[in-house]
């Protein structure tokens, strides 16, 4: 191997991000796992409880609350949500090595850009496709699925030689630990179908506190997520990311079928009176629609009543 | 006067209907209202109690939960919900003279014509100012204003010179009545008027559950308000009403700081679990808009949505 990695930190140990330090750390790498104090404790007490398959592991790794335990790591995995991506990333910012390879596991297309902006590491975008879940501190329960996506940010990267070998050692780096991981010269454009879904499902099944299979069945409401989906195909492709619409579309209208009974995770936000990733979803696209010029009047409007419904909230409580 | 009425009757005695009908009663005239049996019931037992200015009068006048009441009218008030238009239109036009005149005394743009096309009588336009409540059945109570706006539905009505005649007859009715009644020769840009200000509040109010006054804190909510009202202006400019967009949205905007405290009647609807005038507001604007070739991404969004909440109560209970 070229290069390997000899120190991996994982900033924001939620259930993603407890997933794949686990995933590493049963591989033999070192790895250190930055969050919240109880999981911490649980963690330093008796492992992360890994369920997967079926079994449970005990998985030995560092554990720390402290953003500062960041300064060792040659990869990080930053996996907060993205609406702690600029204040966690500012907070870690003075600790990151100039010579950090980060790869940013979230959702929305504008995390690894703002990170980028705010360390001096190299942040690298990562599709993540797997269902976890944290049944309680110290554990991380696999559910299905697994594998990551990553590729150049922007032209820079996709001409950087030095990094194209990195990114081949972090395929090799997950392959020892069983994570299958796909090098995309086009990982945007994976960011925003993802995205895309999201703005689709997330804000009206929060608003209306209901599953996709629901939504599915008032036809007005599909032609909604249609008009969404239409927007963020235009903004993408205004962006230079190449989307295919009617594929959009179809994917758009097949994922209620295939997950009738799932809320999203703004509903579950919305039901906890959590802040939810709205400004990260819809609230991107309409951002970007202004600023080049493409109207995305239906993501305006889900992005303004789940910013009422918060607002509500702060004022009543 | 060259022409009087010997016989109202009220269609729909709610509290709209309740207080037009006890105010015309009290100056003397011949009224029946038409209503629920605990209402009628009350009515019947010891007269209809109007709550205004202060004092409480008890009104003598008909009552009945029987449609076929309306056979003797020759002024008819219809005040039944736009959601029963329809219904209570086709379950009276048997009983409706030929020579009747309908005061459709509803929201939205649409139940004049509706009515008109049901029976055989004439159906005048009425734009209701007032603020009224049912404190209990057999009660109405008058919190403010009470003026009626009325005029030609259309050319044809603009055009009989025999209705301008009824017209103005209605006039001396409710004058008789201290019920100050104004004819326009532009009713429907009224209404279109009412129903931008329904547009722009009622859904979201109600997707949210909140007042008026929260919603004006909420730039992006203002904005996709300001959105509605470009669209009803557009699509009521394309349907020949003609409304002035900076007024309406002046209106619109002032709105919030009159009544902070307001939920819409939509909301009160839908937390209550009731079916909303949704299909005759934004659906309204949505419908007319796809006929007239305007775009409406806003009202869509807003009417899918209510739309949503309501198909969930159904799938659940």
């Known amino acids: 191997m070229p290069f390997a990695f000899q120190s991996i930190v994982v900033v924001g140990a939620g259930a993603v991000g407890s997933y794949y330090g686990a995933m590493l750390a049963r591989a033999g790498h070192r790895v250190t796992l930055i969050g919240r104090a109880p999981h911490v404790a649980a963690i330093q007490q008796r492992g992360l409880q890994l369920h997967k398959g079926g079994k449970v592991e005990s998985i030995r790794l560092g554990a720390s609350t402290e953003l500062g335990a960041v300064r060792d790591a040659d990869l990080v995995l930053f996996c907060v ?34 990170l980028a902006r705010l360390v001096r590491g190299t ?9 976890t879940a944290m049944p309680e501190s110290g554990a991380v329960q696999h559910n299905g699925r697994g594998e990551l996506v990553i590729g150049p940010l922007d032209a820079a990267q ?20 069983d994570v299958p991981v796909k090098i995309s010269p086009d990982v945007m454009a994976e960011l925003w179908s993802k995205l895309l879904l999201n703005c689709a499902y997330n804000a009206i099944s929060g608003l209306a506190q209901l599953p996709y299979g629901v939504m599915a069945t008032v036809p007005d409401v599909v032609d909604l997520q249609r008009a969404v989906v239409r927007e963020v195909v235009a903004v993408a492709n205004a962006d ?49 629609g202004a600023a080049l010029g493409v109207a995305t009047p239906a993501n305006q409007a889900l992005y303004a009543l789940v910013k009422l419904v918060e607002a509500g909230r702060r004022s009543t409580t």
């Open 158 to 177: 996709a001409n950087d030689a030095a990094l194209q070998q990195r990114l081949q050692a972090v395929v090799a780096l997950f392959a020892s630990a």
């Open 123 to 131: 942040v690298v975008p990562t599709v993540v496709y797997v269902a």
């Open 81 to 114: 949500k993205s609406t702690d991506t600029e204040g966690v990333g500012r907070d870690i910012a003075p600790h990151v090595r100039a010579d950090a390879l980060l790869l940013s596991l979230q959702n929305g297309v504008d995390n690894a850009a703002t």
């Open 240 to 288: 230079g990311v190449k989307l295919d619409l009617d594929a959009s579309l179809q994917t758009m209208e097949r994922l209620a079928a295939t997950m009738p009974t799932q809320h999203s995770s703004t509903a579950q936000d919305m039901a906890r009176g959590k802040r939810s990733e709205i400004d990260h979803l819809n609230g991107t696209v309409a951002r970007r």
